[in-house]
């Protein structure tokens, strides 16, 4: 058309992250996505191809490579780009800065599922520690890790309900607040995925065995205590409080339910160390939150803002990946609206060990007691978790595909109290590991093992009636073959 807006590339340049609108372009197209930023579902991460091609970081995001999202784009085209300024059709994209390019070296004992973003899960040998290794505790990254280097000054932002902001930096959090200290479990939501994978049907995203799990000591301070210094009345909060969202500097966002964020028993933190020591920059140096009994999906990492508001984060990890929906709905047209956000987490345990051992090292064991053992027998060694600081009660092991059944051994439990110190109100908020031997003559078929939790909340015994597409909360019987041995 004669009247055709053209533009040249320095103006585009121009409307960067620092400007007061947004423009993008992809081929010789000119896109103004000043609007769409507050419904990016990937949040202002979008702002780093402000000014330029979105095409280098959709090569990142591969996620964007589909028509629904060439649509919503084609909503925000102004103009296309002078022809002086294009090369075969197209503006030349440019360099852009790799974002992974300042991720921390991981320990080498991991097993990563990606690299970009790290993706990682703890070996079993070392999740039979009540508390995980730090070193060794899985990384689950949607993006990359933040260049945050200076934990003093590192600035979070609390938007109030009114949008009245006020700001504390990691040291005044010290300075200002009690420390409290947490045992809690982090688990992921596709904890076991691989496992619904082999028994069911395809799933959607990594396929985690059973280490995206881990247990760590968590320092911080309370997070009610800082929402009431900032102005949140915790007795009578305004009733149109729903949710509190929280952002993570690399544009990560996940929101928690208000009463779970101020309740003085749910023992949320605002955590800067993990077993006693700084953050590590994969687990979100400097500043976390922990969300103690809730998918780890919500314990944002690299804590930046929180906002007091009446809605749900609008992140996708808030409004569509974390659900889960029946074994008919396919991944194609789900009506995501139609599902809850996972928050507490059911009930789930796992082997991490089989291994025969002769009766002669058996002696004197106190497994051996336990189970009045004389013969060759079988240890099975495992965790077993309930979100919502259920405690386990109990947890079954079957040697013979789920005929017969015996009591593992609860390990000792060595969490910390819960951050209202009193050991009354000790929720659970950690695993518990367990034990277990049968005689080996006993054993036929598959390990399997259950775990009951303190409101009689089971496992299901298959996948098939849990499936769900996006392979979330994968808590079926764990069955292990009887012939793996390590
Ligand atoms: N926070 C930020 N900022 N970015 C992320 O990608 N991943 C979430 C959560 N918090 C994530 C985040 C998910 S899905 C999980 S399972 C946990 O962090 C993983 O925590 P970890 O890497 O410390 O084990
Ligand atoms: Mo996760």
């Keep these: 058309p004669p009247n055709q807006r ?22 010789d197209k000119v896109y103004d996505i000043t ?67 300042n991720d921390p070296i991981r320990d080498s004992a991991l097993i990563q599922h990606s690299e970009r973003p790290c993706n990682s899960e703890t070996p079993e040998s070392e999740l039979r520690s009540y508390i995980t290794p730090t070193e060794k505790f899985y990384v689950r990254n949607h993006l990359w890790v933040p260049d945050l280097h200076e934990a003093d000054s590192h600035r979070l932002t609390i938007e109030l309900f009114d949008g009245e902001e006020v700001v504390y930096t990691v040291a005044d959090l010290r300075k200002k607040f009690k420390e409290y200290s947490i045992t809690a479990t982090l688990q992921c939501s596709g904890n076991r995925r691989s ?131 029946g074994p008919n709905v396919r991944a194609s047209h789900p009506d995501w609206d139609s599902a809850p956000a996972i928050q507490e987490t059911p009930v789930q345990s796992a082997i991490t060990s089989v291994r025969r051992v002769q009766a002669d090292q058996l002696l004197d064991s106190a497994l051996a007691r336990v189970y009045g053992l004389e013969e060759d027998s079988v240890v099975l060694e495992g965790y077993a978790f309930a979100g919502g600081g259920r405690h386990i009660v109990r947890v079954d092991i079957s040697p013979d595909r789920g005929h017969t059944w015996l009591q593992a051994q609860l390990q000792e439990d060595g969490a910390k109290m819960g951050a209202s110190g009193s050991p009354d109100d000790h929720r659970a908020w950690a695993w518990r590991q367990w034990r277990a031997a049968v005689p080996a003559t006993q054993v036929s078929g598959k390990f399997c093992v259950k775990a009951t939790d303190d409101s009689y909340n089971v496992q299901p015994d298959t996948f098939e009636p849990t499936y769900n597409f996006r392979g979330n909360l994968a808590n079926a019987w764990h069955r292990v073959p009887v012939s793996r041995d390590d």
């Design 6 to 27: 053209l533009i040249r590339l320095d103006e585009i340049h121009e409307h960067n992250r620092t400007a007061d609108t947004y423009w993008v372009f992809r081929g």
């Design 35 to 101: 609007d769409w930023v507050p419904n990016h579902p990937g949040g202002e991460v979008i702002l780093r191809a402000a000014g330029g091609s979105l095409e280098p970081y959709w090569n990142i995001f591969t996620i964007h490579q589909k028509q629904e999202v060439y649509d919503v784009l084609e909503q925000y085209f102004i103009a296309r780009i002078d022809p002086r300024d294009l090369v075969d059709g197209k503006a030349p994209t440019g360099q852009v800065e790799d974002p992974f390019k």
């Design 195 to 325: 496992h619904m994978t082999q028994a069911s049907r395809p799933t959607v995203g990594l396929q985690w065995g059973v280490g995206a799990i881990g247990t760590a000591t968590w320092t911080g301070v309370r997070l009610r205590d800082v929402l009431a210094d900032a102005g949140l009345d915790l007795q009578d909060p305004d009733e149109d409080i729903k949710h509190l969202k929280f952002v993570g500097a690399e544009a990560y966002g996940a929101s928690i339910p208000i009463d779970k964020a101020i309740d003085r028993h749910g023992d949320v933190l605002l955590a800067f160390s993990m077993n006693g020591q700084p953050l590590p920059r994969d687990h979100g140096f400097p500043l976390r939150v922990l969300v103690p009994g809730h998918v780890a999906a919500r314990s944002v990492k690299w804590l930046s803002k929180i906002v007091i508001s009446d809605e749900e984060s609008t992140s996708q990890w808030q409004r569509r990946d974390y659900k889960c929906f």
